[in-house]
């Protein structure tokens, strides 16, 4: 069993595990712990994204750094046995997907810039959460979870491709320049 956690905040509070491309979930990344049923091993990850800003910022600077993926170690747990690489898969693939939607709300917010607010922001962080939730139902349908079916490898490849596309908005990338036009 997957289930998969998201929170969504509009002012991060606390440290968490910052997503990065070359990073893998581990076990002891996997804080809480496993209700153990009995039955098949399981897995909660909680993922959320979250922004910090004050209004001057979105006039002056990149925001790219402003809009956090992260993982929350002490609300996730993962039951460990045969099957705890699947899950640990899995589970990535869903913090990929948090990013894709956290590239979309760093794209939204630079072409936005102007006329930011902070109710704006939380409107479209909703939005790109549901389109992020939305994929993430059609990756929950793939079974058995982190084997390489056909309907996986695909999802997986739609989220690299899609990290790709927004590889301008990573949270450490540059402010994107902006084109000038020849006339």
Request: proline share 3%.
């Amino acid at each position: 069993m997957v289930l998969f956690g998201s929170y969504l905040m509009g002012q991060a509070q606390t440290p968490l595990l910052e997503w990065s491309d070359d990073y893998r979930l581990q076990p002891t990344d996997f804080k809480a712990k496993a209700p153990n049923t009995g039955q098949e091993q399981s897995i909660y990850a909680s993922c959320g994204l979250s922004y910090q800003a004050i209004n001057v910022q979105f006039l002056f600077s990149n925001l790219n750094p402003l809009v956090h993926n992260r993982f929350n170690s002490n609300a996730s747990w993962i039951d460990e046995g045969n099957e705890t690489e699947a899950l640990l898969r899995t589970a990535k693939i869903s913090w990929d997907i948090y990013e894709v939607s956290a590239r979309k709300l760093r794209k939204w917010m630079h072409e936005n810039r102007a006329k930011l607010n902070f109710t704006k922001i939380d409107a479209y962080l909703q939005q790109v959460h549901n389109e992020g939730t939305t994929l993430l139902s059609e990756y929950s349908k793939s079974r058995p979870f982190g084997r390489h079916t056909d309907h996986q490898k695909q999802l997986e490849q739609k989220v690299d491709s899609l990290l790709q596309v927004y590889e301008a908005y990573c949270k450490t990338c540059k402010k994107p320049k902006k084109v000038k036009h020849k006339k």
